[in-house]
């Protein structure tokens, strides 16, 4: 089994090879940066939320995590 993605570590949800999270979170390099800007995002949007605007958002899109960007990373 793959080891989940920082994103879906973060949200508790089973990632994938063509996991929608992972690729969002790539530009960021820091895997502790990851897993804050993911579980910043998880509490704006709500965990729900989240990943209902990760899947509506076209693949590979930054814009989810470019938004709100969390303060000091
Ligand atoms: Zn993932």
């Known amino acids: 089994m793959r080891m989940s993605c ?6 508790r949800k089973g990632c994938s090879a063509d996991c929608s999270i992972d690729p ?3 530009w960021i390099k820091n895997p502790q940066s990851q897993a804050n800007a993911t579980l910043f995002l998880a509490k704006f ?3 729900a939320g989240l990943i209902n605007l990760v899947n509506a958002a076209p693949p590979h899109s930054r814009t989810v995590w470019l938004l709100p960007r969390p303060l000091g990373h």
Do not use: S
């Not at 920082?6 to 949200?11: A, F, H, T």
């Open 6 to 11: 920082n994103g879906c570590r973060v949200l």
């Open 24 to 26: 969002c979170l790539k």
């Open 45 to 47: 949007y709500g965990r």
